[in-house]
């Protein structure tokens, strides 16, 4: 059984723990039992979650990964970019304190090979959660390669046939590589290299302007290179209001970063050692030239090899199809995560993971449209979002009512110097129920909870005024966005006959 086909560099004491937890060299897949309960088919978050929870249930449970164990979230994703992200804030910290001493010493440069080193070293010790040995010792049987259906109830895996009553896809996803002339000759990074870096590039160019590619543009920023960001759109964060879009723009081009939209790339080529992106912008013919071109277009999921029309598992180019219940096409198979999900998250993909499992063992009738999936965009500030906005309630029909509060009137924001964004909340016109909402703050995704209890709940909006935030702090925007909705329903009759009632009293 070969290693995974993954980079993992540099072949430091970080990576080679990494990978003795999440693909350990000299693994021997365990003999097959006769029959399983559940085989699930990929080791990321959502297949972890099932399996895990499966084992501890009493359940005979086989789980294939074909990589490392983790998936794209503790090896290429959530994990190494959050690392990289805290050490970025620290970049830009020390030279926002140069505001606060009479004799500034010169700007800070850091160490990027610490930096990746510490990335190396923090995910090499969470990967133990997600490991090998740890999902074995729970009690399932962990089987390392690629899957194949040979039936609708049996997987084959380096030669071993395992037969099973319900099965879990949950395979994931990987990025998409856009077909751009000269491209793939020049050569170019994805949220699975780049985090082998050891060396600052110099230059980079970040085509993609979604969450990740925004996210990471504005790191290596801070970290020292200089930036361009590409996208073909007319703004950045397309699935988000407007505003915020404008906001975070504002706030890349105060830190430095070259933001070019509606760039039409046309193609890339090498020249004197440099990476040039050649692009139409306006019907102007420009380029941008860096040392590295970061590619973050969106991302593709990983049927292949999979040989799912043997199982009788119908799949298009956005994944497998499931029902409400997660069901494939075939009853006894079901897929969680970003497999077959709109939503590429951790979280999400954890919280389908048990929806899959409580349908497909426990005879449950769980529904994923029932889930109240956040997101968190990693930026500074941060873009926190839960539900419907302004504008897509307005395409369902839905009649809402919206309410704003800028953090430049929030106390603890102010004490912070964080005035940069917003709360925002939108209910229902009739029922005033919460249906959607975004927050725009340093700490958005800390304080974003809140508002997903509330939705889970159907609470009305007033129900935010009655929570007790410690002062000062930021979330406390929350409470005053639900008296805001107070406010709004004292009509001006209300007010005149209050104060008849009171000129009365006294």
Known sequence: MGLPNTPLAPDDVHNRELLRNTHPPAWINPQPHEVYNLVVLGGGTAGLVAAAVAAVLGARVALIEKHLMGGDCLNFGCVPSKALIKTSRAAYALREACEYVSNPPGVARMDFSKVMERMRRLRAEISSHDSVQRISSLGAQVFLGPARFTSRNTVEVEGLRLKFKKAIIATGGRPAHPDIPGLSETGFLTNETVF???????????????????????????LGSEVTLLTRGPRILPREDPDVSSLLAERFGREGIRLLVEANISRVERLDGDKVVHFIRRSSAEKAIGTEILVSVGRLPNTEGLHLESAGVEYDAQGVRVDDRLRTTNPNVYAAGDICSPFKFTHAAEAMARIALQNALLFGQKRASSLVNPWTTYTDPEVARVGLTEQEAQKRGRRVDTFTLPMSDVDRAILDGETDGFARVHCDAKTKRIVGATLVSRHAGESIGELVLAMNRGLRIETLSGVIHPYPTQAEAIKRLGDASQQARLKPWMRRWLERFFRYRR
């Open 196 to 222: 082998s870096l050891t060396e600052l590039p110099e230059r980079l160019v970040v085509l993609g302007a979604g969450p990740a590619g925004c996210e990471l543009a504005q790191a290596f920023q801070r």
